[in-house]
């Protein structure tokens, strides 16, 4: 049995998403900027398709900018905003336990006089508020917290956070990658400048990402040279991606409740006969506030890359932390932010369900993990 338990590294792409975009490839080829009728045409296709995004989110077409990637957006919205608003200060805050491309531009900017503070999260990941509140000053430009944890699905309170932070006159980014569609994401309720998405996490095209900016405030573009996307990011549209993002993301704010309810109780029942089968099993992570997908697990004595190698050894993908640390078998910086026991920071697993996910793949999930784990354990120096 092959079994992909690995969808906050990504999903599988719909195929109706995909037929939609190959029409963009083959039929409707035209440049959305060309001002003859085949152009117009594809560039009603594309207004058509941001316009059906923007309802979802509560904003205007023009504060979307698509780019190829949530790394990208990340980037674009960092550097953009306070490279354009050094009169306001020079002080930025993101959360520590943000994706690498978050720390990214927050670390490079410090190379030009910025400066960075960290914001620490709790035991199970939430943002220490009063921490937070007191790290904000009249210098602070940006703040940036992630509405949800790609490792741990930890989900933070992001309408309190951007009330603090609005309060003080900073501006307020949440990177939301991992919140579709668990969350509802309406930017106006929860008061957020910039938001980015990906759509490659919500079933749709990989090297798709989206940054909402409210276009009041000042930003920089990243990638000058043309006036596509308002001048803020200059390239050919990529039609077929934009399309396909639309689509993907209308497909997951479909019957939401009932989709994240079947995903929610899948998850539950997973945990409930992980813990039934298998000894010394702990959470990572909040056990309310966590996307419905993700379960982070600890399994004390045994290293998860071990674990990981053997559950692939039988058709099964998991994952030890993010996608993009997976290769390098660096210490999750996430976990450490915890203040998990050191002797088990390497003993984690994050599996991650989508709509996809099936009873009975779980139900093989846990044959295989408790016969593996009980291996491992049998000749582990550490119990
Ligand atoms: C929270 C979060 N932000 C950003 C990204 C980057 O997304 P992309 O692959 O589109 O660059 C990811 C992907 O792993 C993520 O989980």
Known sequence: MQVYLDNAATTKMDKVVADIMQTYFIDKYANPSSIHQKG?????????????????????????????????????????????????????????????????????????????????????????????????????????????????????????????????????????????????????????????????????????????IDRSVKINPLISGGEQNYSLRAGTLDV????????????????????????????????????KNIKDVHLNGHEKFRLENNLNLRFNGIEGEAILMDLFNQGICVSTGSACSAKNLRTSYVLQALKINSDYLNSNVRFSLSKNTTKAELDYTVKKLKETVARLRSFSPIK
Do not use: W
């Open 40 to 212: 117009e045409e594809v560039y009603n296709d594309v207004e058509k398709a941001k316009d059906k995004v923007a309802k979802i989110l509560n904003a205007k077409a023009q504060d979307l900018i698509f780019t190829g990637s949530a790394s990208e957006a990340n980037n674009f919205i960092i550097k953009g905003v306070v490279r354009a608003n050094k009169d306001k200060g020079n002080h930025i805050i993101v959360s520590e336990i943000e994706h690498p491309c978050v720390l990214g531009p927050a670390k490079e900017l410090v190379k030009e006089g910025f400066k960075v503070t960290y914001a620490p999260v709790d035991k199970k990941g939430r943002i220490k508020m009063s921490e937070l509140k007191d790290m904000i000053s009249e210098d602070t430009v940006l703040v940036s917290i992630m509405t949800a944890n790609n490792e741990i699905g930890t989900i933070q309170n992001i309408k309190k956070i951007a009330k603090l932070v609005k309060k003080s006159g900073a501006y307020f980014h949440t990177d939301a990658v991992q919140a579709v569609p668990y969350l509802e994401l309406d930017v106006k309720d929860l008061g957020v400048d910039f938001l980015t998405l990906s759509a490659h996490k919500f079933h749709g095209p990989k090297g798709v990402g989206m940054a909402y």
């Open 240 to 275: 077929a991606g934009i399309v396909g993002f639309s689509k993907a993301l209308e497909l997951a704010y479909k019957n939401r409740e009932k989709k994240i309810e079947k995903i929610r109780e899948l998850r539950d029942y997973f945990l409930e006969q992980v813990k």
